[in-house]
């Protein structure tokens, strides 16, 4: 019998619990009825994309995706799973940290020129479908941007009033690393309520109070000691298809011995200094101020867009250009996510949900360049060729076809 958890006794509440598949679109409806948005993964342009959802519907049912350097395809599943697909292009930085952003405004009026700030307005959103990189990255994301007595108060206020539903990987893509990154594939921390797809529904677990009042809220019975396990099962499969790609211990001081590695020059020539890997990137927070004219010049805004330090101008000063070619930026970019983060905020700026090297134009892998500029010392897995992640590895379920 399925109940409530208001119906539950208190010492019965700590769960896990189980949302059967036919009651999945009462979530949708408790997240509306408290005046949220929800956001989420849905097909557009034959790619897995967070937008708007109104319900179960939007979701990319029966949906894959097969990822290599510098190749992305949906795929058709032989089933109606919702979630059994990797990171897509987008991640949830451009909803806690906008592509465009106004600061300020200046007004000509008849008395002078007037200057206000611009408050934007935060709007109160769900997330559904979280990944355990995807969470972690948010939380890196916090640190880098919204830490100190300058941080950025905006990205504070998008991030609290958001409400967050993790799911975990029941697959991995060609080109996950978050087991590297220890960053993956379960959901530890981070997450109002946490979701694992199972055959017949979803065990449900809850990392915050707010997460408690929404999961009373939901049709659910107590998950049975088997269905904890085929959670454990099938978060072991998806971490052992992953493999290890990078190995983490020692990484900075081996990454930074090595500036003048002949290596930096070789991918230079591949790399188009496009950008992409920093627009993909659910970390990367370079921005610069743009200011914005109306035509008949009694308006100007000035904007916060976000930047790129492979921009050939982004590292351009009184004086000249500290960074002028390609090499000297890819270096930043890699010794900045896996070198000298850590030593900024804490933790490494890579997350391991290999959206870089999917969206790469020219397929530059970091897991290849990493282990070529700083490998591993013996006796770890230095040597071993990259995983190669067939689709639906890690799972029992069907092979899928390309669309």
Sequence with gaps: MQVTLDHVQQDQ???PWILDRADFERLFEVLRADDRMVIGPSLADDAIVYRELTGPEDLPSGVGATQAP?????TTRADDRLFDYAVGPTSWKRFVFPPELPMSRATRTPAGLRFDGVVAEVPRLAFLGVRACELAALSILDRAVGAGPVGDTDEGARRGAALTVAVECAVAGGTCFCSSMGTGPETDAGFDLALTELADG??????SPEGERIAALLPVRAATADEIAARERLLEATRTAMGSAVERDGLPERLLAQLDHPRWAEIADRCLACGNCTLVCPTCFCTSVEQRTDLDGTESVAERRWDSCFTGSFAAVAGGNFRPHVPDRYRQWLTHKF??????FGTFGCVGCGRCVTWCPVGIDVREELAIIAPAPAGS???RSLPVIQPGAGTDLPS???R
């Design 70 to 74: 510098g190749s992305y395809r949906t």
């Design 400 to 402: 899928e076809t390309v």
């Design 13 to 15: 509440r700590d769960g």
């Design 339 to 344: 070198a000298t983060w850590p030593a900024q």
């Design 202 to 207: 979803f065990l449900l677990r809850t990392g």
């Design 381 to 383: 897995f230095a040597g």
